[in-house]
């Protein structure tokens, strides 16, 4: 990303696994830095991290000066971004928010660049904008062309989640228990997840609504009206942990409002921004989440095939980098729209 001017960037969390992935991408997108302030709590404050050739201190972020930054990119967690984002953003920094904390508040815009990059406009209600939850992210990304093309009603989706979804715990937790269960040690320690996440499945993510649903599941319901601009859109999500460590999976059925055929959905998808249709009937024909989407920017999209069971309905199997664009690369995308168009 080449740019004449440059901006002073703060990081929010630049020592945590998405943290790190933002640092990264930075570099990798060139992104016109002019200052970098890596932002942790005390106890990494002093720590280096590497960013675009040069190496930059941590910062302890209860102590920062936000006036210093033009941009904020916040991924520590939901109390963080509850206390210190309108501080920053009352300091002048526009903060891009990863966490849940601020995506259902009507003046702060929610959003996916490949799908509702007008919605970054908003910002200047109060100078935050939100990313979306990282299962909402892709299972978007995949459908906004077909929502464009002959809309949807209905979405029925069941998620494959990664644990680093949870953070750098989860993934020691998930590879210490695999290393004692292939050692022959059955005594494992449960701490992150309610039960074993090593060769399981946990049907569980995030509190348990009234409804019956998670919260989990109830923010790709929430997200989904909110970014599509339809509240008449139907969601009826099933959010599932699994022992991979990184790279979300997600099993879609759609119900659209006017027919479209597995044919005309790939041809639609091969054009997409942001996505990469990978769907060969063939064994090994199609993405995987740690073969296919860890480290790369796309969303893949597999498996499409019109339903058998219903007139109207599709079926797609969709894989992305959750810490990538389900959270460090969505955040820059917005960066980059923010700069390039509004600042």
């Given at each position: 990303?080449?740019?004449s001017?440059?901006?002073?960037?703060?990081?929010?969390?630049?020592?945590?696994?998405?943290g790190?992935?933002i640092l990264s991408?930075?570099?990798?997108?060139d992104?016109?830095?002019?200052?970098?302030y890596p932002?942790?709590?005390?106890?990494s404050?002093?720590?280096?991290?590497?960013?675009?050739?040069?190496?930059?201190?941590?910062?302890?972020?209860?102590?920062?000066d936000?006036?210093?930054?033009?941009?904020?990119?916040?991924?520590?967690?939901?109390?963080?971004?509850e206390?210190?984002?309108?501080?920053?953003?009352?300091?002048g920094?526009?903060?891009?928010?990863?966490?849940?904390?601020?995506?259902?508040?009507?003046?702060?815009?929610?959003?996916?660049?490949?799908?509702?990059?007008?919605?970054?406009a908003?910002?200047?209600?109060?100078?935050?904008?939100?990313?979306p939850?990282?299962?909402?992210?892709?299972?978007?990304?995949?459908?906004?062309?077909i929502?464009?093309?002959?809309?949807?009603?209905?979405?029925?989706?069941?998620?494959?989640?990664?644990?680093s979804?949870?953070?750098?715990?989860?993934?020691?937790?998930l590879?210490?228990q695999?290393?004692k269960?292939?050692?022959?040690?059955?005594?494992?320690?449960?701490?992150?997840?309610?039960?074993?996440?090593?060769?399981?499945?946990?049907?569980?993510?995030?509190?348990?609504?009234?409804?019956?649903?998670?919260?989990?599941?109830?923010k790709?319901?929430?997200?989904?009206?909110?970014?599509?601009?339809?509240?008449?859109?139907?969601?009826?999500?099933?959010?599932?942990?699994?022992?991979?460590?990184?790279?979300?999976?997600?099993?879609?059925?759609?119900?659209?409002?006017?027919k479209?055929?597995?044919?005309?959905?790939?041809?639609?998808?091969?054009?997409?921004?942001?996505?990469t249709?990978?769907?060969?009937?063939?064994d090994?024909?199609?993405?995987?989440?740690?073969?296919?989407?860890?480290?790369?920017?796309?969303?893949f999209?597999?498996?499409?095939?019109?339903?058998?069971?219903?007139e109207?309905?599709?079926n797609?199997?969709?894989?992305?980098?959750?810490i990538?664009?389900?959270?460090?690369l969505?955040?820059i995308?917005?960066?980059?729209?923010?700069?390039?168009e509004?600042?």
């Amino acid at each position: 990303m080449k740019m004449s001017k440059k901006y002073d960037v703060c990081v929010v969390g630049a020592t945590g696994a998405v943290g790190e992935t933002i640092l990264s991408i930075l570099d990798e997108r060139d992104f016109p830095i002019n200052n970098l302030y890596p932002l942790a709590s005390k106890n990494s404050a002093g720590k280096r991290v590497f960013c675009q050739g040069k190496s930059w201190t941590v910062q302890d972020l209860d102590t920062f000066d936000f006036s210093q930054a033009q941009v904020g990119l916040f991924s520590a967690g939901g109390s963080i971004s509850e206390k210190y984002a309108p501080i920053a953003a009352e300091a002048g920094c526009i903060v891009i928010d990863n966490t849940a904390h601020f995506r259902r508040d009507k003046d702060v815009p929610l959003v996916v660049p490949e799908v509702n990059p007008h919605a970054i406009a908003g910002y200047t209600q109060r100078n935050i904008i939100a990313n979306p939850n990282c299962s909402t992210i892709q299972m978007l990304v995949a459908l906004k062309p077909i929502y464009d093309a002959v809309g949807i009603e209905r979405i029925n989706v069941a998620t494959y989640q990664a644990v680093s979804g949870s953070g750098k715990e989860a993934i020691s937790e998930l590879i210490d228990q695999a290393t004692k269960l292939l050692s022959g040690n059955t005594e494992v320690d449960v701490k992150v997840y309610p039960k074993q996440i090593a060769f399981n499945v946990v049907p569980h993510i995030d509190v348990f609504q009234e409804n019956g649903y998670t919260k989990e599941e109830m923010k790709m319901v929430w997200e989904t009206q909110k970014i599509f601009e339809d509240d008449d859109i139907l969601v009826n999500p099933t959010a599932v942990r699994v022992p991979v460590i990184y790279g979300h999976s997600e099993a879609i059925n759609i119900e659209t409002k006017k027919k479209i055929t597995a044919v005309e959905a790939t041809k639609i998808l091969s054009k997409a921004s942001g996505v990469t249709v990978m769907d060969k009937r063939e064994d090994g024909g199609y993405a995987t989440p740690f073969v296919e989407a860890t480290n790369h920017n796309d969303t893949f999209v597999s498996r499409i095939r019109e339903d058998i069971s219903h007139e109207k309905g599709l079926n797609l199997w969709v894989v992305s980098d959750n810490i990538r664009k389900g959270a460090a690369l969505n955040s820059i995308q917005i960066a980059e729209i923010l700069i390039q168009e509004y600042l």
